[in-house]
């Protein structure tokens, strides 16, 4: 029923794309087959393989190095008042600078390098990975803290089994947000300063008019993304949330 | 003050305790209280609701250390705790909340533990998955695996009906009579106390100082309606007068 539903959906999408196409012309709005053969022929040359895994090498780096900063920074925030308050003024300003002037900060200061790509991605991801991770801090629970010290429990025991359970359902929350962030600012650093990569594939697409591969290239890493969402982020919450008592 | 044989497992001298209040007022929990225990000693303190029994215990497993005092415990001091909630890790089964406070514990020691407990089949559960009485012997349970050479119980039977009270207080007896272990019992309960503790200690009201000590006589054994009936009346002699 479920799969129905969801098989339905599609293929109404599908419908629509397929009428909007005819209604303003293959020009403006190829239909979904001459899309899908674009990705059939992209993929045979081998460019779709690597501007892909190019993105999504991207994605993966500056996704963990906003995770990693930012669960360590939001964690000291949330436990520690002094940190907390010196650090509030610059987390606000990190998150109302926009994605754009960090990008181009980035490039100007440090170069078209890969390294400012990606410090410029994960600057724009790690605010709010910390305002979660805060949030999550502020919450955890006193008295457990108060029995892991008691029995005397080892840094690494009370990380793992006391504190970062606690945090799952506030690190979930930020993988998730932050998962479909991160690609999408990824692609725009890839536009103004990379030389390859979906987002630079997109860029001299759009130089030609090309709407065909523009959404070949897109449709492609949406069906990535949906795979790690399904194969990786939903099987890691089910794993984190055994414990809890199912709804019947 | 200790029982012949024992050296002492925990020499508390409490002069003060007071804490700030949300409106900025001090206010005065503990009094004078000093008591040694020896070594296997089962002591109970009992006290009016709000005495400050749970402060107290607070301060004898160092949670909290700001007092007029000191407290001396033994060199390793190694402190069990019961709270008065069972403080289970919600993610964790039954067995892995035990072996994480306790590492060093094997399995035949579990084994019996859980068996003496009645946890055996629940080893695998969730705490979600128990009842309050057991997740109360979970927590008794992961004390007692601790090997703790100070043993300290806050009102461990609290809300639980009756029948449950009687078995977990067996239980209990059976564990200490099993495993000598010194023990300090905080209740509200005269009964529990005397069915429990070697002596009792009992406490004004706020703020908190001892005003009676009762050994108890063969503990932890059957007695008679006469025999109880004295003893309460020796405490409720104490608290008049105190």
Known sequence: ?248 | MSPAGGSSRLDLHIKHKSYRVASGARLHVLGEISFSLGNGEVAAVVGPSGCGKTTLLRIIVGLDQDFDGSVVLPTHGRLGIVFQEPRLLPWRTVEENVRLAAPQAGEAMLSALFATLGLSAHRRHYPGELSLGLARRVSLARAFAFEPELLALDEPFVSLDAALVERLRAELIELVTHRPTTTLLVTHSIEEAIGLADRIFLLSPSPARVIAEIPIERPRSPRSAVELAVIREKLRAAAANG
């Not at chain 1, 099987?235 to 984190?240: A, S």
Request: hydrophobic content about 60%; glycine content about 6%; proline content about 5%.
């Open chain 1, 1 to 248: 029923m479920n799969l129905a539903l969801r098989l339905g959906s599609v293929a109404f999408l599908l419908a629509v794309w397929l009428a909007g196409s005819q209604l303003v012309g293959p020009q403006l709005l190829p239909s979904p087959q001459t899309v899908g053969l674009a990705i059939v022929h992209e993929a045979r040359s081998g460019a779709l393989a690597f501007n892909l895994g190019v993105t999504l090498l991207r994605v993966a780096a500056a996704f963990t190095i906003a995770m990693v900063f930012g669960t360590v920074i939001g964690l000291a925030m949330g436990r520690i008042a002094v940190i907390d308050r010196l650090a509030d003024p610059w987390l606000v300003i990190l998150l109302n600078l926009p994605a754009l002037v960090i990008i181009v900060l980035a490039y100007v200061w440090a170069g078209l390098t890969e390294t400012a790509a990606l410090v410029a991605v994960a600057l724009n991801k790690l605010p709010i990975t910390i305002v979660t991770v805060r949030e999550g801090a502020r919450a955890l629970d006193p008295s457990l803290d108060e029995m892991a010290s008691v029995f005397r429990m080892s840094g690494w025991t009370r990380l793992r089994h006391v504190t970062m359970p606690q945090l799952a359902p506030y690190l979930a929350a930020a993988i998730r947000s932050g998962l479909s962030l991160v690609w999408k600012i990824v692609l725009i650093v890839e536009l103004l300063g990379r030389p390859n990569g979906v987002g630079f594939e997109i860029g001299v697409a759009f130089q030609l008019f090309d709407v065909t591969r523009i959404l070949a290239y897109a449709l492609s890493f949406v069906i990535v993304m949906l795979a790690i969402e399904t194969f990786l982020v939903q099987p890691f919450e089910r794993h984190v949330s055994r414990w809890r008592i199912k709804p019947a």
